[in-house]
């Protein structure tokens, strides 16, 4: 079920000593952990911390101009998950290890720079890893890395942008009646399989159970029940406008929860913004190529969706 979110107040309700207590004490009796009563003492007040501090730096970013932009997104984004991550780790930051960012960026790279093909990649400790492990059930993220354009192609809100720049779309939307997803049977076509290998697919993909409830001359309806709202694999989902997205990249990011998609490009562009002050400025001021509509854009998204994707994360612990 998808909680309502309201942009301006929906941490408000974490807001009080005793309501973060309470809430954190299910997580970790959940979690069969000891001391669950004591822990959720303990981390009452550095959890709203977090969350109040993430609020503060998303408000500020609103406000900001475009060229600090990333950087106030990126430490909301930061704060707003180690709130997460306090819910399944009562002992969280327990080394120094896990502070670092998690990800690198390579030097620039002076001449032909592009952005669509600049990587990121991904460390053995620090945050990044981290929350994977913790959050998601995702180990070993260690020596992967992924393309800013692999990132960009994830971001269902963007699909509109890649067919008016590039005249591709990124994804296909999917009509959902209560627990069936309607899917375009064209999709069989994109990934060259047939219906059955085409749900076993699926299937591998997605942590819910998924069954075809028989197909139309132009759907496959899929049956799909308990999915999580922060993480709907390999469904993404836009609450702008309600609707959930089939991604048409069937390799790579696919696995990944749009939370991490949203950490990994945020962390490239407020290292942009803080290190390639020349880069920076120039697409700014010149706009040269595509790349300041989809980052432009990215950044409008991320703004609203990353703090939706972290409540609907604490809300599904309620």
Known sequence: MIHPYDHGNSFLYFFSASTSQEFLKNCYQKLNLEQAEQKSYENSYPFIYYLEHGQVYYEQAEKAPLIIKPILF????VHLVKACILTVDPNYPETTSVLAHGVSTRKRKKQQYNFFQDEVKFQKSGLFPYMGEKMF???HLEGEKATMGEL???IPEL????SQTEGRSTFLE???????????KKI?????????RFIEYMQSKS????ELQGSEETALNLLMKNINTYNYKPLRYSPENSKFYFPLAKEGLID??????????????????RYETEWWSELIKMMPNKDYPFIQSFLQITAKKGPYLIYQYLVDKK
């Open 152 to 154: 960009f192609s994830q």
């Open 174 to 184: 999917v009509e959902q009646k209560k627990d069936l997803y309607l899917l375009p």
């Open 159 to 162: 699909n509109y942008l890649y």
């Open 74 to 77: 990126f430490y909301g984004l």
């Open 137 to 139: 059930h995702m180990k």
């Open 207 to 210: 942590d819910s159970k998924i």
């Open 256 to 273: 990944y929860p749009e939370l991490l998609i949203h950490y990994l490009l945020l962390y490239n562009l407020s290292m942009i913004a």
């Open 188 to 196: 069989l076509d994109c990934f060259h399989m047939t219906e059955s």
